[in-house]
């Protein structure tokens, strides 16, 4: 069967509730990266973590996912994460 053309790249700033950092916070944050796990974020889910980069076979099909891994911890608001950018798989 013909393959379909791959989907456009996503920039994770694109996705639902992901944001850039400020330049303020970027700086301070900058100090602290350390790779943690992964995750799979597509416009309409987000799943892990994951202790290993998911692959096409992990992830429900339908969709395209960006691959983050987390690199620091918010430290004002614990429960947000600084990723970033692996990959992205077309599923």
């Not at 990266?33 to 076979?57: C, F, H, Q, V, W």
Request: proline share 12%; with cysteine; hydrophobic share 30%.
């Amino acid at each position: 069967p013909p393959r379909k053309p791959p989907a456009r790249s996503i920039s994770p700033s694109e996705l639902p509730g992901v944001r850039a950092l400020s330049a303020e916070l970027h700086e301070k944050v900058r100090r602290d990266l350390k790779p943690e796990k992964y995750y799979a974020k597509s416009m309409t889910r987000s799943l892990g973590p994951y202790d290993n980069i998911p692959t096409k076979d992990m992830l429900p099909k339908g969709e395209s996912y960006v691959i983050l891994q987390g690199m620091a911890r918010i430290t004002t608001d614990p429960e947000r994460l600084v990723f970033r950018k692996i990959t992205q798989l077309d599923c």
